[in-house]
């Protein structure tokens, strides 16, 4: 198995770990870019659900490869209540495999397959949602949570 735990920076600064909330739930999801319209779209919708993830005693986590100020100004703006990991380096992006080739007009080059993992409260890779569309996807993941399914 896998050792899928590792440290971030969160907006505010902290270090961040998986290991971190072990007895909890957790959702990290991967995302391309800070204030796009699909990374927002997906992001207002765990904030939607934020409630519902905490009554699942679940912790959500967005990680991309934008850094902590641009971080920052996504967060403030929508007003989202979960943590938000900067992984510049791709490090982390890396160690979960969704750095893909991407096409976009003609062009080929490396993006984010949008993503998301699902740890248990014993800190064990339970679920991956991998090439999710944002729309409709934090309704999927809190579906999981509550029925394993």
């Known amino acids: 198995m896998l ?19 072990k007895g909890k739930n957790v959702v990290l999801y991967f995302y391309p870019k800070d204030n796009t319209s699909g990374c927002t779209t997906e992001a207002l919708e ?20 934008d850094n902590l100020k641009s971080h920052a100004k996504f967060r403030d703006k929508h007003n989202l209540p979960f ?25 080929e080059y490396m993006g984010v397959e949008r993503s998301t993992f699902i740890f248990n409260k014993e ?3 339970v679920k991956e949602f991998r090439n999710v569309k944002a729309k409709g996807h934090a309704e999927k993941v809190l579906e999981f949570i509550k029925n394993g399914e």
């Open 3 to 21: 050792n899928y735990d590792f440290v971030l920076k969160e907006t505010n600064g902290a270090d961040i770990s998986l290991k971190d909330f």
């Open 46 to 65: 765990f904030m939607d659900l934020y409630d519902e993830f905490q009554k699942q005693d679940t912790i959500i986590m967005g990680i991309s490869r």
């Open 83 to 107: 943590l938000l990991l900067s992984d510049e380096n791709e490090e982390i992006h890396n160690l979960f495999n969704v750095m893909k080739l991407k096409k976009m007009y003609g062009k």
């Open 123 to 125: 800190g064990e890779l």
